[in-house]
């Protein structure tokens, strides 16, 4: 076991593409499957922001929600019929929502973070419901194609689940080689000392307001690259892609698999949607399960799943020894107390 | 448009009320964050238990008045036990800890309601004596409303005398500035951070048995207000009594006149004064910049 | 209890199980034939809970008749239930898992408009007949609707014609409108504002209302200045049980007659006879007509000895859709979606409550409507209408085919 998961850590995109080429033959159905790489990719982006930089956010429904109508508007209603292009539209509008919305929120630091994040996401999901003749409001955006994709100049259909699940697995693949390469580069160091001691990065000369904004604007990058995924997948976008509860989702499943680890999200994501597959044959309340199951992690297991399982091996490389983010919380006034 | 004074006064008294359901809210909310640095994400489900705790006492007694008194306390009994197992192992660790743990309760408590009491929800009458409506000169209004106003003012009140008038209230405020101090004054912290935590749950309860009989009592009635509370906060500024009133008071008047003016906008407008607000003063009304950071 | 182990079953239980529990039902299907199976995606869980526990309970008790008469071509029918949590996304992921993995024969469900497009997206695309069961406006317009969609609801447009006409004929022609700022509630706006232009009534005013909104009271200091005869609600669910009840504290039942579209026989009882009192409504069902029409009576009694309670409108629609398919299963006998399609299209029928008919070029379901009025001294838990009024089907309530984008 160790030395798998040392090999796991010195390659880790080869054993990205290892372990998701078969996981649609070990799940139930492929749907599930590729609904597990779109919200792992959605929780990556979310990670990159709280676990890396520290920052909660509890509004990343607002970026999966752009992504989704970037990619949805351009394909139904645009008439663009390259698929690349759509999820481009997608992503870069997503990008934006996050250079704004973050721009706003960092104006307060702290646990504001969370709650600021929080009522603009819900902002966007008002305007979204109301701007109907755009997004489709409350019915939702119909008639997104399912488009054949240029590969290499070749034109694939994806069609049939298991084509469009590793349709999704290229793009996602992709995607978390690029996020490896942020991570390792200097600015994924700030970013990380950042976390650490937000003080000290500033000391050190870093503008870290502009870096904080910068993770926001490539997380929110993730996300909507999910989204647009999500919108291919879906062939509609609901309105409650932009709804709060999305973003509670995308909490949980980065939590349950791992903040601040590589793989954390993916292991999390899948957990959680087999867990609520699963879960809701048995019992309607399903939620009651997953929120005690969650809060349970909260309290014992705040490195999540993989975080612990990456913990206990001590195998460094790949994640280091993973930490949840550390701002240390102590009720006001007693902080002298708790560290020097 | 019809648009004449008497509209537009009562559009303003059905603000008030608006307004006060908000106060009591971020009332509860801004006491647990000012001393405790801790967002209590659960308290629309403490909301919500109120007026399930509210409704079931009133069947039981079939007395209203106990059922405003009893559901309250109920809730702040539920708040100490949250804060003494499940909040208090957090502190220490990282500042968003507490948040996602009520986060995680506030799941599980609106499942339980649904478990417990069904997924239909249930009609809360107003009491007898307040059933019906009161001429104010300019409109009918009714009387369950103008008690509502009456019982809100009555709790703040009170609760100002007894953060400026009691002991305990002084040792409130003191560790709010600096519980260092406090407890090299030999005060024991643990026991006045459990007490407000009760205080502001209490709170969220009494606020949800006051709404019942207006808006009725559904698992899901905490679910949008608590983000609507936080905007009143964070407006208000986090930790400032003073600030959660008038800004709830202020959202409660601004929804109400946008819901007249302009229809279509009056659930967007709460968080559009948000956004100008942070825009114009980052710490809100009375918040101190930097304090709680 | 009976709802878990009827899910665990459906989910967990492969062909095997189902062909034996099912024959013992019914020893007159050849054993060894595939069932046809039919997807059913309906919001249990969610706040439309109990409208979705009646769309199943019905659309079982039609699915155990079928079966109990031998099936459909000599095959067993199953119904395999899905929870769409009314989230559009869920409902599609799980139409997704019953087309791929259980390889459905046809759909049925839906409770919200946006599942249903939801839902409706994905047959479409399979190709496979989808009934959907509630309402909604663009299902049977283009570019929404396809020729595999049909619709055995009515839709806000003829909801509002109907109940509009009726209510501006027997209440009063000065008309104030309070609607939920929404698909749903925008198109009963509209078409209120169409019927009151036709007959000469006038429409004081119509405000929007949040989705969910919990609180009214700052919308009827309008309406009052306004003095309007009646109040059209024209919201749905929670929405309209606040709104209802709201009104009634601010006095405003004494002042004018209030009117709810789409009147829901849950919302009726959450809220009870006093704060209902006087209030009108739109339904498709009502078990009281049973008095008059023999397939209504027949189809509330059976509902009731199963389970214990009188069927409502969204219990009729889930019966009379399933039973509307599965019977044009075997009129074409053939399962391929053409010839079913064939066999459906301005086919006329009465399942439950009296001739109805499907038009040709939409696929939509013509039915009668009836209003209601909430009744005061109820005598049991589900006595809580009177019959006032009874707008038989025609289409001339309905958008023309030309209209709706259809050729």
């Known amino acids: ?138 019915d939702g955006l119909r008639g997104i194609p399912v488009l054949p994709v240029g590969l290499a100049g070749v034109r694939v259909s994806i069609e049939t689940p298991l084509a469009f699940y590793y349709f999704v697995l290229v793009v996602v693949g992709a995607a978390v080689a690029v996020l490896k390469r942020i991570l390792d580069s200097p600015f994924g160091a700030v970013l990380q000392a950042i976390r650490e001691n937000t003080d000290r990065a500033a ?138 | 448009m019809p648009f004449d004074a008497a509209t537009l006064l009562s559009q303003l008294f059905t603000g008030l009320v608006l307004g006060t359901i908000y106060v009591l809210l971020a009332l509860g909310l801004s006491l647990i964050f000012g001393l405790l640095t801790v967002v209590n994400f659960s308290h629309g489900s403490f909301y919500m238990l109120g007026a399930y705790l509210g409704f079931f006492v009133l069947g039981f007694t079939k007395n209203f008045w106990i059922a405003l008194v009893v559901a309250p306390l109920l809730l702040g009994l539920l708040g100490l036990l949250t804060e003494r197992w499940l909040v208090r192992p957090l502190y220490g660790r990282s500042i968003d800890d507490p948040l996602l743990l009520t986060f995680g309760l506030s799941l599980v408590l609106v499942e339980a309601a649904r478990l417990v009491w069904g997924k239909m929800g249930l009609t809360f009458d107003p009491p007898a004596a307040l059933a019906g409506a009161v001429n104010l000169g300019f409109t009918y209004f009714p009387a369950y409303r103008l008690f509502v106003i009456a019982a809100t003012a009555v709790v703040v009140v009170a609760l100002w005398l007894f953060l400026e008038r009691t002991t305990l209230g002084l040792v409130i405020r003191a560790g709010t500035r600096d519980a260092l101090i406090v407890r090299a004054l030999g005060i024991n912290l643990n026991l006045v951070w459990l007490l407000v935590f009760g205080i502001g749950c209490a709170l969220a309860g009494l606020a949800g048995v006051l709404a019942a009989p207006m808006r009725g009592v559904y698992p899901e009635m905490g679910v949008t207000i608590v983000i609507e509370s936080f905007v009143v906060v964070v407006v208000g500024g986090m930790g400032s009594l003073l600030g959660a009133i008038v800004a709830g008071l202020l959202i409660g008047e601004v929804v109400s006149l946008t819901t007249f003016f302009a229809p279509k906008m009056a659930d967007i407008v709460v968080f559009l004064v948000m956004a100008v607000v942070l825009l114009v003063r980052p710490s809100g009304f009375f918040g101190e910049a930097g304090l709680m950071e | ?76 029918v199953e119904l395999l239930v899905r929870d769409d949590q009314l989230k559009p996304g869920v409902g599609a992921q799980r139409t997704k898992e019953l087309l791929e993995n259980e390889k459905v024969d046809f759909v049925i469900g839906g409770l919200s408009a946006a599942v249903q497009m939801a839902i409706n997206e994905q047959t479409k695309k399979a190709k496979v007949i989808y009934v959907s069961i509630s309402q909604s406006n663009e299902i049977t317009a283009r570019p929404d609707w396809s020729p595999y969609t049909f619709h055995e609801a009515i839709n806000p447009f003829i909801t509002s014609h109907v109940v509009g006409s009726w209510a501006i004929q027997n209440l009063g022609k000065r008309i104030y409108v309070l609607y939920a700022d929404y698909a749903f509630g925008q198109q009963l706006r509209d078409g209120i504002k169409l019927v009151a232009e036709k007959s000469g009534a006038t429409v004081l005013g119509a405000d929007p209302h949040p989705l969910g909104a919990t609180d009214y009271s700052a919308l009827f200091p309008r309406v009052q200045a306004a003095k309007p005869d009646v109040l059209v609600l024209a919201n749905f669910g929670k929405d309209q049980l606040n709104s209802v009840k709201q009104a009634a504290s601010f006095g405003l039942k004494s002042q004018m007659k209030l009117v709810c579209p789409v009147f829901l026989g849950t919302m009726r009882r959450e809220g009870g006879p006093t704060v209902f009192d006087g209030v009108y409504g739109g339904t498709t069902f009502y078990w009281e007509i049973g008095e008059k029409i023999p397939t209504a009576k027949r189809f509330a009694d059976a509902f009731r000895k199963k389970y214990d309670r009188p069927p409502y409108d969204y219990a009729g629609y889930a019966y009379s859709g399933t039973r509307l398919l599965l019977e044009a299963v075997q009129r074409a006998k053939t399962t391929e979606a053409d010839k079913v399609i064939a066999a459906l299209e301005g086919h006329t029928y009465d399942y439950y409550k009296g001739k109805q008919w499907i038009r040709k070029c939409d696929h939509q379901s013509f039915q009668d409507v009836y209003v209601l009025k909430s009744k005061k001294d109820q005598k049991a838990e589900h006595d809580i209408f009177d019959v ?11 958008r023309s085919c030309k209209d709706l984008g259809h050729a």
């Open chain 3, 388 to 398: 006032v009024g009874r707008v038989e089907a025609s289409e001339k309530f309905e």
């Open chain 1, 203 to 340: 000391a050190c000369g870093y503008d870290v307001t502009r870096v904080k904004l910068l993770s926001f604007v490539f997380s929110g990058a993730f996300a909507g690259l999910a989204g647009g995924l999500n919108a291919l997948y879906l062939q509609v976008v609901p309105i409650d892609t932009l709804y709060w509860t999305t973003s509670g989702q995308v909490v949980m499943m980065a939590l349950l698999g791992g903040a601040g680890t590589f793989f954390g999200p993916f292991v999390g994501a899948g957990v959680f949607l087999i867990l609520e597959d699963v879960l809701s044959v048995f019992t309607e309340s399903w939620p009651l399960v997953v929120g005690a199951i969650f809060m349970a992690f909260v309290r014992f297991l705040p490195r999540g799943i993989w975080g612990t399982v990456v913990g206990l091996e001590i195998m460094g490389g790949l994640d280091g020894p993973p930490k949840p983010p550390e701002r240390s919380h102590t009720p006001r006034g007693t902080r002298g107390v708790a560290r020097p």
């Open chain 1, 1 to 138: 076991m160790g030395r798998v998961g040392a090999l796991i850590a010195r390659h880790p995109i080869p054993a990205f593409f290892v372990v998701f080429a078969v996981f649609p033959f070990v799940v139930p159905y492929k749907a599930l499957a590729t609904q597990v790489l779109i919200y792992g990719l959605f929780a990556l982006g979310f990670n990159l922001l709280y676990g890396y930089t520290g920052l909660l956010s509890f509004g990343h429904a607002a970026f999966f929600g752009l992504g989704a109508y970037g990619t949805g508007v351009t394909l139904a209603r645009l008439g663009v019929t390259s698929v690349w292009a759509g999820l481009a539209a997608g992503l870069v509008l997503a990008a934006a929502g996050g250079a704004l919305i973050g721009y706003l929120c960092l104006r307060r630091r702290g646990i504001y973070f969370a709650m600021l994040s929080l009522a603009f996401a819900q902002l966007l999901y008002f305007v979204g419901f109301h701007l109907s003749w755009i997004t489709g409001g409350d």
């Open chain 3, 1 to 76: 209890m009976k709802a878990i182990t009827r899910r665990t079953f459906l989910r967990a239980g492969g062909l095997a199980t189902a062909a034996v529990v099912l024959d013992t039902a019914a020893p007159r299907v050849t054993l060894g034939q595939a069932p046809i199976k039919v997807g059913f995606p309906v919001p249990l869980t969610g706040p439309y809970g109990a409208e979705a526990a009646d769309q199943q309970a019905a659309a079982t008790l039609a699915v155990e008749e079928i079966n109990g008469r031998g099936g459909v071509l000599g095959r067993k």
